[in-house]
Structure formats: structure tokens, C-alpha cells
T-cell receptor, first 112, second 111 residues
């Protein structure tokens, strides 16, 4: 595809449920990033992948959050036992190493 | 810990004005700096990327400068248009590619 795609675009879930968010990066981009943006706040880094390894997981807020990437392609961010404070827009970006990061449209997660 | 600050938080100007958005960062050991725009309800659009060895980058009516030693970057927008109305985000990149974002400057350009 021409750009980074994310699915679903919107997700509403009940507190305590698990959710999976998907990111398809730009073809050929070796680096992939997850960020989140809570309402009225700035973007927070969550995790970085180079290939299918994650050398920087420093932004994951708790052990309820995990992510994986298959090869240099799709990544999935999983949030277990969701809490209301997890409500946010989750953004994915991809790049060549050290290059411009291109962002997807985001997944808006609402935890009731 | 890297911190990024953007001033002003909001700016309203009449169409046609030239304007400057400011970004400051606390740790000068950066890998690169990137400027984005964010339109309401939408994702981020990359505007300019400046590598740490560069002083400025230009794209059309946009010019971004970088002064690592003083921990500052500016985004200059020439001849502003209503379509430039958006939130502008400055983000500092580490050698892992991780971006630390400022809170943004919300720009309104009035016709």
C-alpha cells in the first residue's frame, strides 16, 4: 500500500477485555513504532521495532501492554484487561532506519 | 530525560503573514528533529526532517532550522494561508528512532 494502515479505526470495549490493534507499515520500512495520544495530551512513545526485534520497549506503561511484529511487516499491539485510562488514539509509524517517520491514521480506543 | 517544549501553545494570524513556531529541547544529543502537522481527527503528516548534522531544511513555503547547541528549532511559514490551520508538532529523535514530542502549537490562519 501507499501508506501506513491501521485497523480497526475505532474500537469500543468493556473494561477488563483484551484488545488487539493492527499496523501495516509501508513496504520496505524496517523500523516500526507505536505511540499513543490521550485526549488533550501529547504523543507518548510506546515501543520501537527494528525488523522483528524490539530494542526499545521503554514506553510500554505496564505489563498489560505487549506488541509483536512478524518479519518486517505487520505489527500487533495487545492490551490485556483494559482499563479506562487506556482510552486513547494509538498511532503507528514506520520508517527506514533514521529516516522520516510516516504515521498511520490511528486507532481510537474507548474503554467503557 | 529529554523534554520538548513548544511556544506559543496557540497562534492566530491573518492570511498572508509570515510566522515562526518555536521548539526547544533539553538534551542536545539528538539524532534528528522532525516537524509534523496534525489536522483535527486525523493522523500526523510529516513536514520536514532535519538530521543532527544539518542546520536547516526547506520545503515550499516551510523552512525549519536547527541549533543543537542551544537546543532550539524553529519552523518558519511564509505567506500563511487558511489551509495551514492545524496543530504543528515538533519531535526530537534519538538514535533508536524514538520520537519525543512537544505539546504542539495550534495555528489558526484567518481569511
Amino acid at each position: 500500500g501507499a501508506g501506513v494502515s491501521q485497523s480497526p479505526s475505532n474500537k469500543v470495549t468493556e473494561k477488563g477485555k483484551d484488545v488487539e490493534l493492527r499496523c501495516d507499515p509501508i513496504s520496505g520500512h524496517t523500523a516500526l513504532y507505536w505511540y499513543r495520544q490521550r485526549l488533550g495530551q501529547g504523543l507518548e512513545f510506546l515501543i520501537y521495532f527494528q525488523g522483528n526485534s524490539a530494542p526499545d520497549k521503554s514506553g510500554l506503561p505496564s505489563d498489560r501492554f505487549s506488541a509483536e511484529r512478524t518479519g518486517e511487516s505487520v505489527s500487533t499491539l495487545t492490551i490485556q484487561r483494559t482499563q479506562q485510562e487506556d482510552s486513547a488514539v494509538y498511532l503507528c509509524a514506520s520508517s527506514l532506519f533514521g529516516g522520516t517517520q510516516y504515521f498511520g491514521p490511528g486507532t481510537r480506543l474507548t474503554v467503557l | 530525560k529529554q523534554e520538548v517544549t513548544q511556544i506559543p501553545a496557540a497562534l492566530s494570524v491573518p492570511e498572508g503573514e509570515n510566522l515562526v513556531l518555536n521548539c526547544s529541547f533539553t538534551d542536545s544529543a539528538i539524532y534528528n528533529l522532525q516537524w509534523f502537522r496534525q489536522d483535527p481527527g486525523k493522523g500526523l503528516t510529516s513536514l520536514l526532517l532535519i538530521q543532527s548534522s544539518q542546520r536547516e531544511q526547506t520545503s515550499g513555503r516551510l523552512n525549519a532550522s536547527l541549533d543543537k547547541s542551544s537546543g532550539r528549532s524553529t519552523l518558519y511559514i511564509a505567506a500563511s494561508q487558511p489551509g495551514d490551520s492545524a496543530t504543528y508538532l515538533c519531535a526530537v529523535g534519538s538514535n533508536t528512532g524514538k520520537l519525543i514530542f512537544g505539546q504542539g502549537t495550534t495555528l489558526q490562519v484567518k481569511p
